[in-house]
């Protein structure tokens, strides 16, 4: 049971780059989310999904695609790389979105844009 | 909009202390209430989930109290430890935000030995 997983690890783009950060789980959680943390700023919502072909906008979705076709993956999509996208991005799931469970949170991608 | 506030930002004690995190929140229509653990450059590790039906919720040395109606919770660490040195988050989840976890700064602890 590998829980939440996100790859990759660590990137480096330059400015006007695109790319996608992936998330999997393995729980058969329908709701999944991705959140950046950033110092002074703690963690913010930045897309969810309620379940396979639903998502949603959180506080801070600009810059930011995403699209849910299963229930295991959740892709973040940076559309045109900007240096105020420099974040530690995290992917968290959950059975429901969070009533009666807890979410679980994956290790997390480091991103520098330059 | 649910706002979250953590007291003490950070925290350095010896081993050995018994020690209070705090959290409080301002929307109190909350579902439930989780406390994360983070160590330096790693993720989120849940540590306890308290439903808001419930009072308080124990895990070994640690113990989360919940005040729903006053928009308030508490972590109690039991006889500290160095292994404990991490990031303490907490985030209610519910309410206006429907599910979604909206979380405080953090409190920075280190135990020294």
């Known amino acids: 049971n590998a829980g939440v997983t996100q790859t990759p690890k660590f990137q480096v783009l330059k400015t006007g780059q695109s790319m996608t950060l992936q998330c999997a789980q393995d729980?058969?959680?329908?709701?999944m989310s991705w959140y950046r943390q950033d110092p002074g700023m703690g963690l913010r919502l930045i897309h969810y999904s309620v379940g396979a072909g639903i998502t949603d906008q959180g506080e801070v979705p600009n810059g930011y695609n995403v699209s849910r076709s299963t229930t295991e993956d959740f892709p973040l999509r940076l559309l045109s790389a900007a240096p105020s996208q420099t974040s530690v991005y995290f992917c968290?799931?959950?059975?429901?979105?969070?009533?009666?469970?807890?979410?679980?949170f994956g290790s997390g991608t480091r991103l520098t844009v330059v | 909009k649910q706002e979250v506030t953590q007291i003490p930002a950070a925290l350095s004690v010896p081993e050995g202390e018994n020690l209070v995190l705090n959290c409080s929140f301002t929307d109190s229509a909350i579902y439930n209430l989780q406390w994360f653990r983070q160590d330096p450059g790693k993720g989120l590790t849940s540590l306890l989930l308290?439903?808001?039906?419930?009072r308080e919720q124990t895990s070994g040395r640690l113990n989360a109290s919940l005040d729903k109606s006053s928009g308030r919770s508490t972590l109690y660490i039991a006889a500290s430890q160095p292994g404990d040195s991490a990031t303490y988050l907490c985030a209610p989840a519910g309410g206006t935000s429907y599910g979604k976890l909206t979380f405080g700064q953090g409190t920075i602890l280190t135990v020294h030995p």
């Open positions: 729980m058969n959680h329908e709701y």
């Open positions: 968290a799931s959950s059975v429901t979105p969070g009533l009666l469970y807890g979410y679980t």
């Open positions: 308290i439903q808001s039906s419930q």
